[in-house]
């Protein structure tokens, strides 16, 4: 069938993969191309509808994002929680669970390592300090997702929902946090403490990226390479395959099951504590940039490869870059990037379909 | 506590319970029926928004509620085609689709929001009220229940006809067949593919309506992201309903009331925070979830596509 459907079963699986060793070069990376570039004229219409010229709108995006070395640095630190947030969500559907609470996890990560990172500073050694930090958001985004992994686990009620809500709750309630216990009493916007800019984590060579972007690959080439060769990765994704049939091989699922929450949330809470103790510093009340829902597409796209994912984060890094100062420069809202992401989600579910129906022609 | 038993107290906590559970009765009931079909439709939030946008568009074009009323449910279905075409005629991943439909119409909305009304924020103007005779007249319950917008008579009728129809006619039994064992229905003669499609237009339709009643008649003004999660609510009201219309019109005005209850807090003097007013509902769908979230049972084909000989 399509997208999640090709790990559903091993059997099936097998097979793809036997097409796919078939199937040429040049099918393969129209099936890429293409529908990225059918979701960019789609949305070039829209942009036409609403009167703004899209060649002028991408041809700035392209610039400001990719070809100017300010624009490029902060694309490369902006990559940096979307790459932990790709590792979160590579385990989760690898394993088939679908984690769609990423939001909350990273702001509730944030909250805490920004809660605490500047109360310690001075305390600890520097780096001691943003360890405490992205540790205690990894704990703090893997008890957020602790109430859907029970009730998935050992009552069996679908994630999708809860996880949602949760985030939902999530996101409010780091806003409460913000507003009611972690405001930082020396200013009068509700704001936390914020960490001095030399006590972040350092900056690469002589630019502005921030090293955030180093440990963002590390995990992602971590969880591809945990999901894809080892014994525990095989495990949770034969409980992502086939539940019944892991059971029956002497798999615990609810355990593992419990796992892929811990594991994936954890790195959406260490995705949002890159931000802050990378680049923001501190926490505004209602800051939220809700990457969670957008980095879906983006791993859907890669397959559930990292290296994938890491190319596409790159290219949506920019992308983002680019969209921020148009919106200040062009008048066209960031909002518009939801718009690009939903019509390459659309065409991408739509080439899945033409390579699946191509495929079935030639059997 | 005396406070909190005036007249004026219950009177705006019914009102506003009412108020706040016609959306989500009406995205609970479309909702129902997609995943009795076997679709779960997680794009409901998209076509909630939709319809909020254009039913608010198409009121405020033309001046007349009932126009945008037509123009929400115009809206939800358009989305819900999308949803139909690529999930039910492809076969694509109904999640998905779904969270790329809601986050394309979050966009989408919010670009036609900036370009049309972000300067001058038009409003439309307080909508008429049906007093139903003599019923109206009751202290308490009377303004709150029996003086609504025509709409909420609507949505509270619909939870008898689809009971009825889910229960007596041969739709409702087809339906139940398209999500509990599509090939049965297939070999039987039935068309999976056309009742799962009408299924799905009629999530759309019912979505987008309560979108256009939450921006026409709620808030008078359309926002950007203005749902907020309310069609999610809907999902959640649908699976713990457990195929039944009733109880979705029950869970609506229980997490309604949760809604209205902190409102009401404030009109009685209260002060909490608006985030923790926020919070409310979605720990309320949790907390029942928890509790009854074993009981949920939801339709065998739920979320898998149909597609003729497929093992």
Redesign the interface.
């Known amino acids: 069938m399509s997208m999640a459907d090709d790990i559903e079963t091993s059997e099936t699986a097998s097979v793809q993969v036997a097409v796919m060793r078939r199937r040429p070069a040049l099918r393969v990376a129209m099936l890429t191309l293409g529908p990225i570039l059918a979701a960019f004229v789609l949305s070039a219409v829209i942009l036409m509808l609403v009167g703004v010229d899209p060649l002028k709108y991408y041809s700035y995006i392209l610039q400001r994002g990719l070809f100017s070395g300010l624009g490029l640095e902060q694309t490369a630190t902006r990559m940096a929680p979307l790459l932990f947030l790709c590792a979160s969500l590579i385990i989760a559907f690898r394993a088939g669970i679908w984690n769609l609470g990423t939001d909350g996890q990273f702001l509730l990560g944030a909250v805490i390592a920004a809660a605490t990172a500047p109360l310690l500073v001075g305390v600890l050694p520097g780096w001691l300090v943003l360890l405490v930090g992205f540790v205690l958001a990894a704990l703090v985004g893997a008890l957020w997702s602790i109430l859907p992994a029970l009730l998935r686990a050992y009552h069996g009620v679908n994630e999708i929902i809860t996880t949602l809500m949760m985030s939902f709750l999530g996101v409010l309630f780091a806003s409460v946090l913000v507003k009611l216990v972690f405001l930082d009493p020396a200013t009068t916007v509700p704001q936390t403490r914020t960490l001095p800019v030399a006590d972040r984590l350092p900056r690469l060579f002589d630019t502005s990226i921030s090293s955030g972007l180093i440990w963002g690959l590390i995990a992602v080439i971590a969880v591809h390479l945990m999901m894809t060769r080892t014994a525990f990765g095989l495990r949770l994704r034969m409980v992502g395959a086939n539940p019944h049939a892991a059971a029956h091989a002497g798999l615990s699922v609810p355990l593992l099951t419990m796992a892929v929450f811990a594991l994936s949330a954890g790195f959406a809470g260490l995705a949002g504590a890159s931000e802050i103790l990378g680049v923001a510093g501190n926490v505004r009340a209602d800051w939220n940039p809700a990457y969670g829902l957008m980095v879906i597409p983006l791993v859907f796209l890669a397959r559930f490869h990292g290296i994938a994912a890491i190319i596409l984060v790159f290219f949506y890094s920019a992308m983002l870059i680019g969209s921020e100062s148009a919106a200040r420069r062009l008048g066209v809202p960031q909002d518009f990037t939801l718009v690009l992401v939903a019509s390459l989600l659309i065409c991408l579910g739509l080439g899945e379909y033409i390579d699946h129906r191509m495929r079935q022609k030639e059997q | 506590m005396e406070a909190l038993l005036t007249e004026a107290f219950l009177s705006s906590l019914l009102t506003g319970a009412i108020v706040a559970a016609i959306p989500m009765l009406l995205a609970g009931l479309g909702e129902q029926m997609s995943e009795k079909a076997g679709v779960?439709n997680?794009g409901i939030e998209g076509m909630m928004l939709m319809g909020a946008y254009l039913g608010f568009f198409v009121a405020f074009q033309f001046d007349s509620i009932w126009l945008g009323f037509l123009g929400g449910i115009v809206g939800g279905m358009l989305v819900a085609v999308?949803m139909a075409v690529?999930c039910v005629r492809?076969?694509?991943?109904q999640?998905?689709?779904g969270?790329?439909?809601t986050?394309?119409?979050?966009?989408?909305t919010?670009?036609?929001h900036?370009?049309q009304f972000s300067r001058t924020y038009p409003r439309l103007p307080a909508p008429v009220r049906a007093d139903l005779p003599l019923l109206s007249d009751i202290p308490v319950i009377g303004p709150s229940i029996f003086s609504r917008h025509p709409i909420v008579y609507i949505a509270l009728l619909s939870v008898v006809v689809l009971a009825y129809l889910y229960r007596r006619t041969n739709l409702g039994m087809t339906l139940r067949a398209a999500g509990e064992s599509p090939a049965a229905l297939d070999v039987a003669g039935g068309n999976v593919e056309g009742v799962r499609v009408f299924s799905v237009l009629f999530t759309g339709a019912m979505a987008g309506l309560g979108g256009a009643y939450l921006a026409n008649v709620g808030a008078g003004l359309f926002i950007?992201f203005m749902t907020g999660?309310a069609g999610?609510i809907g999902?959640?009201l649908a699976?713990l309903a457990r195929g039944r219309p009733l109880w979705v019109l029950i869970g609506a005005l229980i997490f309604g009331a949760a809604l209205s209850l902190t409102t009401a807090l404030q009109v009685a003097g209260s002060n909490i925070?608006t985030?923790?007013i926020?919070?409310l509902p979605?720990?309320a769908?949790?907390l029942v979830?928890?509790v009854f979230?074993?009981k949920?049972r939801?339709p065998a084909a739920l979320g898998i596509?149909y597609?003729r000989g497929?093992r």
């Open positions: 779960l997680i999308l690529l492809l076969g694509l991943n999640i998905v689709i969270i790329g439909l986050l394309g119409v979050e966009g989408l919010a670009l036609l900036h370009f950007p999660g999610f999902i959640v699976m925070p985030d923790v926020q919070m979605f720990a769908v949790m979830l928890m979230g074993r949920a939801l596509s597609e497929a």
